[in-house]
């Protein structure tokens, strides 16, 4: 009976240690599969910082190419205003070049013609004055050959009556 006692002691301690090895082996399994959703849900939550990580870079890169393509296009719209500002401004100085040399010609030629006139107006006044002496002398003559003239028909009559 000790013998079957202890052999039945022994089934139960045998039956005992069964039953708290897989209940460890349960609780390891439970522990295990515990861990292992904690660690995919970590590495998920990683991933997805990763990836927001990720995407915040690529938006801020984007965004940085971005200022830096307008601030570009800004630098290069105000170098062409300025170009295109100091080319009037260029043309508009040789404009009034051509201006005051156009006005600077135009009175030259009004001087010229002026002169011309002037020149013109002297010799027509030349002319009149020689025109007029030349009349006064035909004119003078004239009446010194009508006068000649009376004289001589009236040195006949006297002649004719004193005979």
């Given at each position: 009976m000790r013998k079957r006692k202890e052999a039945l002691e022994r089934e139960?301690?045998?039956q005992w240690e069964e039953l708290e090895k897989?209940?460890?082996e349960e609780y390891?399994?439970?522990?295990?599969?515990?861990?292992?959703?904690?660690?995919?849900?970590?590495?998920k939550n990683a991933k997805e910082i990763q990836d927001q990580l990720e995407e915040f870079k690529i938006n801020f890169i984007k965004k940085y190419k971005e200022e830096e393509l307008e601030g570009k296009l800004i630098k290069k719209q105000v170098e062409e205003a300025l170009e295109e500002e100091k080319r009037k401004e260029q043309e508009k100085k040789e404009r009034m070049l051509q201006m005051r040399e156009e006005l600077k010609n135009a009175n030259e030629e009004l001087?010229?013609?002026?002169?011309e006139i002037a020149l013109k107006e002297k010799e027509e006044e030349r002319r009149i004055e020689e025109y007029?002496?030349?009349k006064e002398a035909l004119d003078h003559l004239k009446k010194t050959k009508v006068e000649e003239r009376f004289k001589q028909k009236q040195e006949i009559k006297q002649k004719l009556i004193e005979r």
């Open positions: 139960i301690d045998k897989q209940k460890m390891d399994e439970r522990l295990r599969a515990k861990l292992e959703k904690e660690y995919h849900k970590k590495m001087l010229k013609i002026q002169a007029a002496k030349k």
